[in-house]
């Protein structure tokens, strides 16, 4: 978190006066800053970054409705402002839409549609690429690189990179986002599916479930041993086909109604008994309702939009559902 801090402070001093995307503060999620992994020594710290429009421009959040009814999917559509007025002037900026192209390629910066984008939408690869121009550039410049060595990873869709002290290593992940409304809920660079199109942005919900995480811990006695519990399923699952996502969205869902103070040292057999138990149920029903999505009891902290908040649940084992051979094989391995 320090050297994001870090690596934030000198994107804010590069970009200031750049029509590239605003970066604010990077947000940590998934197992990492959700206190919980199943193996410590794979960890991958994963940081979402927010990206807000520069001047000049607009986002907007466009719903695929061709795709998968099951993942949200979106495009971001990039829109030029006009910043003629003197109250939107900036530094004697030109503005894109009313200047002459001439005098727009003489004397100022391309607009973001003619860096970052395909057409009119944000392009994800592009952006990617960007950031690793930006990790590269920007490194030398922090105190942590005195000490420590950077290798920037191979990806497309995410900026990857190791920073290595000769006795440890962490691997770190940025990915980038844009925020819908002033929710918790992101539209992303990760990707769900493989072969996702580099101007699709997936609805991310990892912004909101640390969140949640976040909320419970400061809910819980100090000898709770949720987190415990969480970690033991998902070491034991690793091979098996329950992905760490199912047994985490099982447990948020037992968080979310089993009483805090029921979650001591003292009853952590009963809390696995209860994890186990609704594994097998979810299994053999073929059911398990996405923690986020449609999730009327959540705390009031966390801010949904509304489309997100009313939506009909998801089912995270659809597949069960469809695929009878996937359902036998699931309860063989339950």
Same mark, same amino acid.
């Given at each position: 978190?320090?050297?994001?801090?870090?690596?934030?402070?000198?994107?804010?001093?590069?970009?200031?006066?750049?029509?590239?995307?605003?970066?604010?503060?990077?947000?940590?999620?998934?197992?990492?800053?959700?206190?919980?992994?199943?193996?410590?020594?794979?960890?991958?710290?994963?940081?979402?970054?927010?990206?807000?429009? =520069? #001047?000049? $421009?607009?986002? +907007? /959040?466009? @719903?695929?409705?061709?795709?998968?009814?099951?993942?949200?999917?979106? %495009?971001?559509?990039?829109?030029?402002?006009?910043?003629?007025?003197?109250?939107?002037?900036?530094?004697?900026?030109?503005?894109?839409?009313?200047?002459?192209?001439?005098?727009?390629?003489?004397?100022?910066?391309?607009?973001?549609?003619?860096?970052?984008?395909?057409?009119?939408?944000?392009?994800?690869?592009?952006?990617?690429?960007?950031?690793?121009?930006?990790?590269?550039?920007?490194?030398?410049?922090? =105190? #942590?690189? $005195?000490?420590? +060595? /950077?290798? @920037?990873?191979?990806?497309?869709?995410?900026?990857?990179?190791?920073? %290595?002290?000769?006795?440890?290593?962490?691997?770190?992940?940025?990915?980038?986002?844009?925020?819908?409304?002033?929710?918790?809920?992101?539209?992303?660079?990760?990707?769900?599916?493989?072969?996702?199109?580099?101007?699709?942005?997936?609805?991310?919900?990892?912004?909101?479930?640390?969140?949640?995480?976040?909320?419970?811990?400061?809910?819980?006695?100090?000898?709770?041993?949720?987190?415990?519990?969480?970690?033991?399923?998902?070491?034991?699952?690793?091979?098996?086909?329950?992905?760490?996502?199912?047994?985490?969205?099982?447990?948020?869902?037992?968080?979310?109604?089993?009483?805090?103070?029921?979650?001591?040292?003292?009853?952590?057999?009963?809390?696995?008994?209860?994890?186990?138990?609704?594994?097998?149920?979810?299994?053999?029903?073929?059911?398990?309702?996405?923690?986020?999505?449609?999730?009327?009891?959540?705390?009031?902290?966390?801010?949904?939009?509304?489309?997100?908040?009313?939506?009909?649940?998801?089912?995270?084992?659809?597949?069960?559902?469809?695929?009878?051979?996937?359902?036998?094989?699931?309860?063989?391995?339950?």
């Amino acid at each position: 978190s320090n050297l994001m801090d870090n690596f934030t402070i000198y994107f804010g001093h590069v970009l200031s006066n750049s029509f590239y995307p605003v970066l604010q503060r990077a947000i940590g999620v998934g197992s990492a800053f959700e206190g919980w992994s199943p193996r410590e020594e794979d960890v991958v710290y994963c940081m979402l970054v927010p990206m807000t429009p =520069p #001047q000049g $421009h607009s986002f +907007h /959040l466009e @719903l695929d409705t061709a795709g998968q009814r099951r993942v949200r999917n979106f %495009s971001v559509r990039v829109q030029l402002e006009c910043t003629c007025t003197r109250e939107q002037q900036h530094e004697n900026m030109l503005c894109f839409l009313h200047h002459p192209e001439e005098e727009l390629r003489r004397n100022q910066d391309p607009s973001l549609l003619d860096t970052l984008c395909t057409g009119s939408y944000l392009d994800v690869q592009k952006t990617a690429r960007w950031f690793y121009q930006l990790v590269r550039a920007i490194w030398p410049a922090l =105190p #942590q690189s $005195h000490n420590w +060595h /950077l290798v @920037l990873l191979p990806s497309r869709r995410s900026c990857q990179f190791k920073v %290595s002290n000769g006795t440890e290593t962490f691997r770190i992940e940025l990915l980038f986002g844009v925020r819908q409304g002033d929710s918790d809920i992101f539209v992303s660079s990760q990707p769900r599916e493989a072969r996702t199109p580099s101007t699709v942005w997936p609805e991310s919900y990892a912004a909101a479930e640390v969140k949640f995480f976040k909320y419970i811990s400061r809910q819980v006695p100090p000898d709770s041993l949720h987190l415990r519990c969480l970690q033991f399923f998902t070491r034991l699952q690793l091979g098996l086909g329950f992905s760490t996502y199912i047994m985490k969205t099982i447990v948020m869902h037992l968080l979310n109604i089993v009483p805090v103070s029921r979650w001591r040292r003292r009853d952590f057999v009963r809390r696995l008994v209860d994890i186990s138990e609704n594994l097998r149920l979810c299994v053999e029903v073929r059911r398990l309702n996405h923690f986020i999505v449609g999730n009327q009891r959540l705390p009031g902290e966390i801010r949904l939009p509304p489309e997100v908040q009313t939506a009909k649940t998801r089912n995270l084992l659809h597949h069960l559902v469809v695929d009878q051979v996937a359902h036998s094989q699931a309860m063989s391995e339950y």
